[in-house]
């Protein structure tokens, strides 16, 4: 088992690695680009980011978070009053995201516990560059596991259930800066 970085936007994986969406036969190598550049932080306004893509490949995985149904049931009434929408506007369950991390080979044992041991059981936000999207909720470890030459960890968010926009920011006029730009 081996894979080494060709570039800084091509990833060559070789021999029985699989992961979610990444998988390969024991006899082919072949390019897989990375699609994004993911970033880490606590869940706090002006935390440290950590890039993931620089010490593991990484892919994300979110499914559509349910809607918070709500159904009120009348003794003697056929079926159920539907309230799902009562109070104006559809309301969400959290969300789960699942991120691989599959760790680069010149990343040691100590610089990828230090990261996992910095955000496991923390809330934090997952940041995709590219995409310009943002994850926030609490992550922990589901599966770590070695080979003598890889190393592939399996994290598991609770997510809230929207898709942040990192790069939005939100500012408040107050009627002097309102009157000021008339």
Known sequence: ERWTLRSASVLLIAEDIDCEGYSMSNTTAEYIPFTSLWNISLDE????????????????????????????????MDGAIDLTEALGKIKYEQRTVTVWLIANPATTGEQIDAIIDQYAGRRVRLTNEDDEIQYRGRIEVVSDTHTAVQ??????MVADPFIYNPTVVAFTLTPSDAESQL
């Open 151 to 156: 190393r592939k960890i399996t994290l598991s």
């Open 45 to 76: 306004d002006n935390a440290t980011e950590t890039t993931l893509s620089d010490k593991f490949l990484v892919h994300a995985s979110s499914p559509r978070p349910a809607v918070k149904a709500e159904y009120l049931s009348i003794p003697g």
